[in-house]
């Protein structure tokens, strides 16, 4: 086996490093020794031959001197560039040694009872039981929940300040109006999102904080897709079978090759989606005149005529075959309901900035313009599909009556800190095409820190994640208020059989059944959803953002931009589901999309 020692003043330098760098040190270091690495490389041109470069990552190296006994000495470790520099001008002399025989690293954190504090207007509802607390409004938004507005209502806010919890309220509060009216117009609430889990977890919710059966009976809770498929399903007496935007760009990636297009199937599915369907052009003519907001790669006039003539080819076999998007089940359904009539007396939506523009117009025409008609929630910087629109270029106008939410009392101060730089610094555009910052955001809770831990190895990371999980429920933390997340079912089925292992009992995020277990799952089965506790496993450079994710940008550079800023979004979205406490793990290197100030601990056996 390879055997390294360092120099005595290493320690020292290795203390200033960031802690990024310092795991990805102690992995390149661990996987020297065991054999997995291969040879110390060679330095061209170098003052003494026998000096040589242990690579960390990247974009550092390690500087490694001979010593006196024959032996290997780590002396330093910098930027790559740097360290070359540095190599080739050294001249090894006496270099006192210490072996390696465990290599050096920072305690573990100990898993620690996770105590939330937060103002006396929510204090008791803080230490009551959590399944009341995710359905508590604040009493500064009982206004917004019960007030009487002249048309539709846009209201945005960052992760925590209640945009789901107003939501049921507001559809409580108007269903609630509607069986009071002498007139009793017999058309219902209709309260919506983006997908099942979420619809699930709405109408759970508002079993609690309903009562009266005939006011729950008036409020109806589907997913957009749902209703689309619903309403085409109503008025054209079939069911259309909608197909992924994955498979649809696997196909068409398959066609393009095949056809010698020079557009990969990714790219030619998102101008289809996001800028044909989402404007919704039924002509070459008015395709090639257009602004392609949000599509930076530029688009020449002549070469949007091959792009049109491709997409209504490839759109022409998929209703040969009876084959649909979920944008073009929406547009269908829209136009069903503008020659049938409004659905519903109001219509609330949650999640709003993942729907599609197609989606918006089945809203539009699904209920009457006017007074309440549309109560819309949402948050562009949790936006993990790239679907953008315009809400007034659909015919719905919020002008005046935008209101933007500032204050969390849902997730902690220290948690906001540490995830908001997860974002990065593209700006989010919101519903009405301006810029939504999170400037003046905070929150009224303040809690423990979040920890990030670095291991050695997928083992010792799951091993870890065990330790944290059983002391939150040691600590009194009921077992279906823990979540644990991973990028990918893979890691998630990893997870799950950890935990089991060690005696912990688990259940999937999307449980229907009110099973006493921790919830394991996927970060996007997160989205929407609240915990006391959250861990996030397999957020190494390795894994996040996964391989697959960046190939499916065929290599397209404006779909990769938007892949990696949905994975940032994502990131971030997980990351705030926590109340009271948040932990995040990985293997060697770190994610470059986390952050680099929270408190950490870097560990290699």
């Not at 040190?25 to 996987?31: E, F, Y």
């Not at 041109?45 to 490694?64: C, F, H, K, N, T």
């Not at 760009?249 to 398959?254: G, M, V």
């Not at 697959?548 to 940032?568: H, K, M, N, S, Y």
Request: glycine share 8%.
């Amino acid at each position: 086996m390879p055997q390294l020692a360092i120099a005595p003043t290493f320690l020292n330098d290795f203390s200033r490093l960031d802690t990024r760098v310092q795991a990805a040190a102690l992995t390149a270091v661990q996987a020297y020794l065991t054999g997995d690495r291969p040879d110390l490389g060679s330095v061209e041109d170098a003052a003494d031959s026998r000096v040589r470069m242990l690579q960390i990552g990247p974009e550092w190296s390690g500087v490694v001197a001979p010593t006196p006994d024959d032996g290997y000495c780590l002396i330093t470790i910098r930027p790559h560039e740097e360290a070359l520099a540095f190599a080739r001008r050294f001249r090894p002399g006496p270099v006192p040694a210490i072996d390696i025989i465990e290599i050096p690293h920072h305690p573990a954190p100990v898993p620690a009872a996770p105590t939330v504090v937060g103002p006396v207007e929510i204090a008791r509802h803080l230490r009551g039981p959590f399944d009341r607390w995710q359905v508590t409004l604040h009493p500064d938004q009982k206004r917004l929940a019960e007030g009487r507005f002249r048309g539709s209502v846009q209201v945005t806010g960052g992760p925590g300040t209640g945009k789901t919890v107003l939501a049921l309220h507001r559809a409580a509060h108007l269903a609630a109006a509607l069986t009071a009216r002498p007139d009793r117009d017999t058309r219902p609430v209709l309260l919506t999102t983006y997908n099942r889990l979420l619809a699930q977890t709405l109408s759970a919710h508002l079993d609690r904080i309903v009562p009266d059966p005939d006011v729950r009976a008036r409020i109806e809770v589907v997913t957009i897709d749902g209703l689309a498929r619903a309403v085409v399903q109503g008025h054209a007496g079939f069911a259309p079978e909608a197909l992924a935007k994955e498979v649809i760009a696997q196909r068409w990636r398959d066609a393009a090759r095949a056809d010698g297009i020079p557009y990969s199937g990714r790219f030619l599915v998102d101008e289809w989606e996001q800028v044909i369907l989402a404007r919704g052009f039924t002509d070459p003519a008015a395709y090639i005149r257009c602004e392609r907001s949000g599509r930076v790669l530029h688009l020449a006039p002549e070469h949007r005529r091959l792009v049109w003539d491709t997409v209504r080819r490839y759109t022409d076999a998929m209703r040969v075959a009876g084959e649909w998007s979920y944008p073009q089940v929406a547009d269908e359904a829209a136009r069903a309901l503008r020659r049938s009539g409004p659905r519903y007396a109001h219509v609330v939506v949650d999640e709003a900035q993942d729907l599609h523009p197609a989606q918006w117009r089945l809203l539009r025409a699904a209920v009457a313009e006017g007074p309440d008609d549309l109560f819309i929630v949402g948050d562009p910087h949790q936006r993990i599909y790239d679907s953008r629109v315009s809400l007034a270029s659909v015919g719905i106008h919020v002008r005046g009556r935008g209101h933007r939410l500032r204050v969390s009392y849902r997730v902690t101060q220290e948690t906001l800190d540490w995830a908001v730089p997860i974002l990065g610094r593209t700006p989010a555009v919101g519903l009405d095409d301006s810029v939504d910052t999170l400037a003046g955001y905070r929150s009224l809770l303040h809690g423990p820190r979040p920890v990030v831990r670095g291991c050695a190895s997928r083992h010792e990371e799951l091993a870890a994640l065990g330790e944290w999980v059983r002391a939150w429920l040691a600590a009194g933390v009921a077992a279906p208020s823990i979540a644990v997340a991973g990028r990918n079912r893979w890691v998630v089925r990893d997870i799950s059989k950890e935990l089991l292992a060690q005696g912990i009992r688990t259940a999937p995020v999307d449980a229907t059944d009110d099973v006493d277990a921790v919830r394991v799952g996927t970060m996007h089965k997160l989205k929407g959803q609240e915990y006391r506790c959250v861990a996030v496993v397999g957020a190494g450079e390795a894994q996040l953002p996964p391989r697959a994710a960046v190939d499916a940008a065929e290599g397209d550079p404006v779909a990769l931009e938007q892949i990696r800023q949905q994975e940032r979004n994502l990131l971030f979205v997980a990351c705030t589901r926590a109340r009271d406490a948040l932990y995040v793990s990985h293997v060697g290197a770190p994610s470059r999309l986390l952050p680099d100030h929270a408190d950490s601990a870097e560990s290699a056996d």
